[in-house]
């Protein structure tokens, strides 16, 4: 997940909080099945960098990485992508 603006909050320790509506499960829950599903986190330094975030408060499927990285991962492979 390439995290940008205020979503690279989402990469700190203990942000990912709540629940997204009745009936959803917690969010931690879900950030968690992501990550043991094999996702990670892929954080605008640009963007992290502007908030003067601490870089030692990622969690460990987060890494400062921009547009080249996020590309190399890609691949030359099409991609499915959605935004909300």
Partial sequence: MFLT???VRLALDGTIQGVACEGCPP?????ARFE???GIYMV??????AKHL???ALVSKA???GTVP?????GDEGVVTFSY
């Fill in 5 to 7: 603006k205020e979503a």
């Fill in 63 to 65: 890494e400062l990485a």
């Fill in 44 to 49: 605008c330094p640009i963007c992290f960098e």
């Fill in 36 to 38: 043991t599903a094999g």
């Fill in 70 to 74: 996020m590309w190399k991962w890609i």
């Fill in 54 to 56: 601490d870089k030692d």
């Fill in 27 to 31: 969010l931690p829950d879900l950030a």
